[in-house]
């Protein structure tokens, strides 16, 4: 097995946990960082794609791209799939994925349950909003963002018209989303990997001044069980995205669950210390068989 892992993540956690597992493993893995690669648009073939270096073509390229610099990897990365080395995920759907917008269109549009969101416009009415979506309170959500960046809880009528005033200063668009309160402050994350639920966990917010459940924040990780509802719904948000490893992210509570997002590079080291397991030693070789068969 030869995989190039493509992340500009070059210190995190879970880069170093691939590199890891791919070394004890002797599974052969080159780090490829995009944005420090001088690469040959008009390439005919992986061996001509970096001048000056040699490089062989991979089995496949495990992409873990989502927030960070973004535009830097994109073309690098349509051009590797170009010549046809499959890319787990794809061009395509990492482009769907990262809009939250259209990421919830194509959930609903398959019928899976997300949160009632409406997308604000610079001329909105106070009215139509109120009428629209249920609140206070509400979620308030860039259309672009991660980690729970541009993510805010509006508890009064009030903030919300002056959030949006604000925001508008900054973002052309911004979504409105109803407040979930059921399980409020925690949501499970599902770990799906070629079609398969493979691991979830309940992630906490640290404390109860915060509504995001967010690792990166602080948040808290622990272990849940996968009940069949849990895998259904979150094996069908991933293949309704086209995602062929995502990360889950379920919100409310059994029998009303709904997708909060999906998130097509999750982060391997917070679920693998809640399942106590190194998932990386599961993943890499379950996308490898993804690809071949
Ligand atoms: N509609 C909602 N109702 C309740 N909590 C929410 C809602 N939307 C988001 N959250 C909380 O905020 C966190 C971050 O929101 P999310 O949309 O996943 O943004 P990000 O992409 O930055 O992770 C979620 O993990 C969840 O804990
Ligand atoms: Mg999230």
């Given at each position: 097995?030869?995989?190039?892992?493509?992340?500009?993540?070059?210190?995190?956690?879970?880069?170093?946990?691939?590199?890891?597992?791919?070394?004890?493993?002797?599974?052969?893995?080159?780090?490829?960082?995009?944005?420090?690669?001088n690469y040959?648009?008009?390439?005919?073939?992986?061996?001509?794609?970096?001048?000056?270096?040699?490089?062989?073509?991979?089995?496949?390229?495990?992409?873990?791209?989502?927030?960070?610099?973004?535009?830097?990897?994109?073309?690098?990365?349509?051009?590797?799939?170009?010549?046809?080395?499959?890319?787990?995920?794809s061009p395509?759907?990492?482009?769907?994925?990262?809009?939250?917008?259209?990421?919830?269109?194509?959930?609903?549009?398959?019928?899976?349950?997300?949160?009632?969101?409406?997308?604000?416009?610079?001329?909105?009415?106070?009215?139509?909003?109120?009428?629209?979506?249920?609140?206070?309170?509400?979620?308030?959500?860039?259309?672009?963002?991660?980690?729970?960046?541009?993510?805010?809880?509006?508890?009064?009528?009030?903030?919300?018209?002056?959030?949006?005033?604000?925001?508008?200063?900054?973002?052309?668009?911004?979504?409105?989303?109803?407040?979930?309160?059921?399980?409020?402050?925690?949501?499970?994350?599902?770990?799906?990997?070629?079609?398969?639920?493979?691991?979830a966990m309940?992630?906490?917010?640290?404390?109860?001044?915060?509504?995001?459940?967010?690792?990166?924040?602080?948040?808290?990780?622990?272990?849940?069980?996968?009940?069949?509802?849990?895998?259904?719904?979150?094996?069908?948000?991933?293949?309704?995205?086209?995602?062929?490893?995502?990360?889950?992210?379920?919100?409310?509570?059994?029998?009303?669950?709904?997708?909060?997002?999906?998130?097509?590079?999750?982060?391997?080291?917070?679920?693998?210390?809640?399942?106590?397991?190194?998932?990386?030693?599961?993943?890499?070789?379950?996308?490898?068989?993804?690809?071949?068969?």
């Amino acid at each position: 097995m030869f995989f190039w892992l493509i992340t500009h993540l070059e210190d995190s956690a879970t880069t170093k946990q691939i590199l890891g597992a791919s070394a004890a493993q002797g599974w052969r893995c080159d780090h490829v960082v995009p944005r420090r690669q001088n690469y040959l648009l008009t390439a005919t073939s992986i061996e001509e794609l970096f001048p000056g270096e040699v490089r062989e073509k991979p089995d496949f390229c495990y992409v873990r791209m989502g927030s960070s610099a973004f535009i830097e990897g994109f073309a690098l990365l349509s051009k590797i799939a170009s010549l046809g080395v499959p890319c787990i995920n794809s061009p395509e759907h990492l482009i769907v994925q990262r809009d939250k917008a259209q990421a919830l269109l194509t959930l609903s549009q398959a019928g899976i349950p997300t949160p009632r969101t409406l997308v604000i416009g610079r001329s909105y009415s106070k009215d139509s909003i109120f009428r629209s979506v249920s609140g206070p309170p509400w979620v308030l959500k860039s259309r672009f963002g991660a980690k729970g960046d541009g993510v805010m809880l509006v508890e009064s009528e009030r903030s919300l018209t002056s959030a949006l005033d604000w925001l508008f200063g900054t973002y052309p668009q911004v979504l409105l989303q109803e407040f979930i309160a059921a399980q409020a402050g925690t949501d499970i994350r599902v770990l799906v990997v070629a079609g398969k639920a493979i691991a979830a966990m309940r992630r906490s917010a640290p404390d109860k001044n915060e509504f995001r459940s967010n690792l990166f924040l602080g948040g808290r990780g622990q272990r849940v069980e996968l009940t069949a509802e849990l895998t259904t719904l979150a094996e069908d948000a991933a293949s309704a995205l086209g995602l062929t490893i995502a990360g889950v992210d379920i919100l409310g509570e059994a029998g009303s669950y709904v997708v909060c997002e999906v998130n097509s590079s999750p982060g391997l080291k917070g679920l693998s210390d809640a399942m106590g397991e190194d998932l990386a030693l599961e993943v890499v070789p379950r996308l490898f068989s993804a690809v071949t068969h």
